[in-house]
């Protein structure tokens, strides 16, 4: 957490009008009215973007007010200016406050969801936010294999389902250089599988798969293999595949 950042946030906050109490928040417009992090969030987020600052500075304020909210609709308002007709935010402070929430030893569930339904959904946003958050670091990730550099790939991994396989695949193949990302590069196959948006080459995934070292009881481990190797893309076109990979097992 940017401790500076939270403070930051909450002086401004302050000067909406908006304060702390207890678990809940209170504001001079709603008195009396107890508020949710997320109630804040939905009304005032979006202000950070039109407050007198430059764009960079309104960037920080809003992953302070993150930090301190805790909100998803902190990143959707976030990704909004990032599109808005009026400029595109400094990628720099963009990209290393995802990069930096994300390394950090604390829950950052807003964050990796944002990446999951908001950047990596988007295919017009895909391929940048995968190469800003893990794809241009990858290589040194695998060479310096520090705690906080294996929690963001951990993390970013997980949430990758939906970004283009060509996109995606190179860093894939490094990452798997490295034994500690086996079990969620898995699971990175896994939802390019069954998520709505998910995307993989069959063949290349299994080959990608075959190298993986797994506990042989891993769940979904063997109906996972079993669809690619029949050619299945995703689990949406071909909603009978799962299970009829189930119904093969030994237990079928």
Known sequence: MDREGVEAARRWLADQGVSQVGDGWVSDVRPGESLTAHEVAQSWAGAVFCADLDAAAQVRLAFGLLDLLDAYWVTCEIRFAYGSAEGRLPADVLWDGYRRRLEADRDCEAVTYSLWVDWFEDRATAA??????????????????????????????????????????????????????????????????????????????????????????TQHLAELRHVLAAGHRNHYLSPRAWDDAVGSGPHG
């Open 128 to 217: 940048t936010a995968f190469a800003e958050v893990l794809g241009n670091d990858i290589d040194r990730v695998v060479r310096e294999r520090s705690a906080h550099l294996l929690r963001r790939a951990r993390r970013v991994l997980e949430c990758s389902g939906p970004v283009r396989w060509a996109v995606k695949e190179p860093t894939y193949r490094t990452a798997a250089r490295l034994p500690a990302l086996h079990s969620c590069l898995f699971r990175a196959l896994r939802a390019g599988f069954h998520d709505v948006n998910g995307d993989l080459e069959p063949a290349a995934a299994l080959a990608l798969l075959d190298r993986l070292d797994l506990p042989a009881d």
